[in-house]
Each structure stands twice: as structure tokens, then as C-alpha cells.
């Protein structure tokens, strides 16, 4: 079993919908949350992060970390065609760049149509 | 430039070949990250660089692994005698020392096929 499981879609949704994205986790020692988005043919770039349990927002993303059932989740808000990409879901018990080695979930592909 | 290079974009080798690939990390940054992206197999950890020194090699998958950084900066991994499970995209990542939150930038990536 992975450490760290996300459905890889493809997920579609219409423009200005709501989209939930989701991770779950088993290893405790994750304390460090992060979302990068991935466009196509490009690397990863990071959204956000979370440390320990909470929200965080971040203009239309909200990012939710819920330690007691190993479950993060972002939300997009008012979702938009530039949105269009693979959202990956990282983790890390020390942090989120220097000497961090990341565990990536395999991403979920996200559509969205005008 | 600004960001991570990687190069080639793109390299396609016959089974049993050995391949370079190179990364160019962001000027300053002192830690170079290596990682594999399989098709469903999300971003897979190989090696992490503090300056010129590997203190977690843990991600490399077998000895015909290896990877080396010369003078703080670009960094070669080197893959021998390659096996189509091989065929992956190789991502390198860079980020400063300083804190625990500092984000790694990542280049676009090495496509690999073996055929």
C-alpha cells in the first residue's frame, strides 16, 4: 500500500464549479502539507502548503488538513480553464524544502470546460 | 535563466545503453533534488544534494543508478545499462538553505524512453 493514495481522475468539471481534490495518508510523521499543480509537459509547481492541522487560504484555493483521519483536500473556488492541469498532493515529515524528501501522490488530472 | 534547466527534453536510448541526464539548478541554490514521474506512479524520490555531498541516495533504485554534483551547482544523473522499466520522466528540483519551508522549484524534465 502507498503512503500516500490520490484518485488520478481525469476529473471534469464546468467553468465556475467548486472542485474538491483529495489525499489520503498513512504514515503520522507527515507534518508538512503541500499542492503543486503540474501542467503539461512542465514540472511541478507549488500552490501550497500547510503545516500541521488547519485551513489555509489562498485567493480562489483553500487547502484542509485533517490529522485525526490522515485526509488533506483543496478546494477551488470559481474554477476556471487555466485551472486545466494535474494537481499532486505532497507530503513531508520535515518540511518543505531543505533536506525534505517529498512522498507525491500520483496526482489527479483535472478538466475544466467552458 | 530564472529557473531549473534540464537537458535533453527528450532521449530515446536502446535497451542496455548507458544515459546522462543534466540538471541546471536555480544560481544559489545549494539543494538539488532528483525525482522519477511513472505514468501512474506519481513523483517518485531518487537523491537528494546538500552542496556537493548525497546524504539521502535512498530513492535510487538499483546500482545502475548513480548521480553526481561538481562545484555546488549542475548536477549529472547517470542511468547504465538501461531497461524499459527506465522509461520515466526525470525531474530535478532546487531549493535554498536557510528554512524548513522553502519551496523546491523544479525544472520541466528529462522524457526517457527505452526502447
Known amino acids: 500500500q502507498k503512503e500516500v493514495e490520490q484518485d488520478p481522475g481525469p476529473l471534469s468539471v464546468p467553468e465556475g464549479a467548486i472542485v474538491s481534490l483529495n489525499c489520503t495518508y498513512s504514515n503520522s510523521a507527515f507534518q508538512y502539507f503541500m499542492w503543486y499543480r503540474q501542467y503539461s509537459r512542465k514540472g511541478p509547481e507549488l500552490l501550497m502548503y500547510t503545516y500541521s492541522s488547519g485551513n489555509k487560504e489562498d485567493g480562489r484555493f483553500t487547502a484542509q488538513v485533517d490529522k485525526s483521519s490522515k485526509y488533506i483536500s483543496l478546494f477551488i473556488r470559481d474554477s476556471q480553464p487555466s485551472d486545466s492541469a494535474t494537481y499532486l498532493c505532497a507530503m513531508s515529515a520535515h518540511g518543505t524544502g531543505t533536506a525534505s524528501k517529498l512522498t507525491f501522490g500520483t496526482g489527479t488530472r483535472l478538466q475544466v470546460t467552458l | 535563466g530564472a529557473g531549473v534547466s534540464q537537458s535533453p527534453s527528450n532521449k530515446v536510448t536502446e535497451k542496455g545503453k548507458d544515459v546522462e541526464l543534466r540538471c541546471d539548478p536555480i544560481s544559489g541554490h545549494t539543494a538539488l533534488y532528483w525525482y522519477r514521474q511513472s505514468l501512474g506512479q506519481g513523483l517518485e524520490f531518487l537523491i537528494y544534494f546538500q552542496g556537493n555531498s548525497a546524504p539521502d541516495k535512498s530513492g535510487l533504485p538499483s546500482d545502475r543508478f548513480s548521480a553526481e554534483r561538481t562545484g555546488g551547482s549542475v548536477s549529472t544523473l547517470t542511468i547504465q545499462r538501461t531497461q524499459q522499466e527506465d522509461s520515466a520522466v526525470y525531474l530535478c528540483?532546487?531549493?535554498?538553505?536557510?528554512?524548513?519551508?522553502?519551496?523546491?522549484?523544479f525544472g520541466p524534465g528529462t522524457r526517457l524512453l527505452v526502447l
Open positions: 528540483a532546487s531549493s535554498l538553505v536557510g528554512s524548513a519551508q522553502e519551496t523546491q522549484y
